[in-house]
Each structure stands twice: as C-alpha cells, then as structure tokens.
C-alpha cells in the first residue's frame, strides 16, 4: 500500500485558549430586580474599560463586589475572542470592528484595576442564564426557584474562577 506523506498544514495561533465553544460558569452580579428583568428580557449591553458588551467574570471574588449580591450565572458562546493584555491596546474598546465576539482581560495585567479577569461579550444572545443565586436573607432566602442553591457558595466557586472557566 502507498502511503501519501502528511502535509503539515500551519494555523495561526488563536487569540484565547478556548476556541468558540460555550464555556461555563461565569458570573454577572446584579441586583435582585435587575436579575428579574435579565430573566424576563435578556442581558443588555453597558459601556466599560472594554466598550459595549455584557461584564462577565470567571472569579466569583470579583463579582461580589457588584450589585446587591445577586449572582447570575451563565455560559456563553464565546466565538472569535480577542486578549486584551496592555492598557492602550488599539483594540480595547474597538475589538468588534474587527469582527471579535468576545474580548477578554487576564488576570494581574495593567488593564484591570482590579487584578483579576474581565470579560465583554458583544451580543447578549450569545450569553446563556443557567441559573441566579440571590443574597441569603429576606424575601427569596437566598434560594433560586429554578436550582433550589442557598448561594454561589453552593456551586463550590467561592474564589479564584473554577473549572471550566477557562476564558481569562
């Protein structure tokens, strides 16, 4: 039997680890009545350090910091992502003119303040709600009715990102 010789075929790196599959959790942190109209409408765009888009974060440390402790999880389809890594970057804020979905800031560089990751998604349908976990006491005691969980403590994510998280 003859056997053709394998062509090596050259890609060009890809700007994130993770291709274009959905990834999950992250995390957006809201506030209670907020998270009802993201339920009942959808995710909205907000302008940030990385233009218009939906602020996700794979570090739960990160996002209790926002809103009233109200914590939306999501997947999201990330799609073509650009790495954003150095305050000043041409693309920070112009990432979708060059046809990215997705932009990313890792964690401990200059263009976070925080130290920790940011994520924009562009289009708010390419985010998924998988579940919303609300702040223990009053009203909803702290429990979701689509999950029954107490809190993001009961996913198991209490810092750092986790898992499948591998966007930043």
């Known amino acids: 039997f003859f056997r053709s010789p394998r062509r090596r075929i050259h890609r060009p790196a890809p700007q994130t680890p993770m ?10 942190v809201t506030t ?3 998270a009802t109209a993201i339920q009942a409408s959808g995710f909205q765009e907000s ?24 914590i939306i999880v ?3 389809e990330v799609g073509r992502a650009k790495r954003i890594d150095r305050r000043g970057d041409p693309l920070q804020r112009a990432w979708r003119s060059q046809g990215f979905d997705t ?3 890792p964690a401990g560089c200059s263009v976070a303040p925080s130290g920790l ?23 909803g005691g702290g429990r979701d009715k689509g999950t ?6 009961a996913l198991g994510h ?11």
Do not use: F, N, Q
């Open 148 to 153: 029954g969980s107490r809190s993001a403590r």
């Open 158 to 168: 209490t810092g750092g990102g986790g898992g499948a998280s591998t966007i930043g």
């Open 19 to 28: 291709g274009s599959e959905a990834i999950a959790p992250l995390y957006h």
């Open 103 to 105: 932009a990313w800031v």
């Open 74 to 76: 999501v997947s999201v």
């Open 32 to 34: 209670r009545e907020k």
């Open 47 to 70: 302008d940030g350090i990385l233009g218009s888009g939906v602020y996700l974060s794979k570090d739960i440390s990160k996002a209790r910091k926002y809103g009233d402790g109200t």
């Open 117 to 139: 990751t940011i994520t924009c998604v562009h289009d708010p349908a390419r985010v998924r709600i998988l579940s919303v976990h609300y702040p223990g006491g009053g009203g």
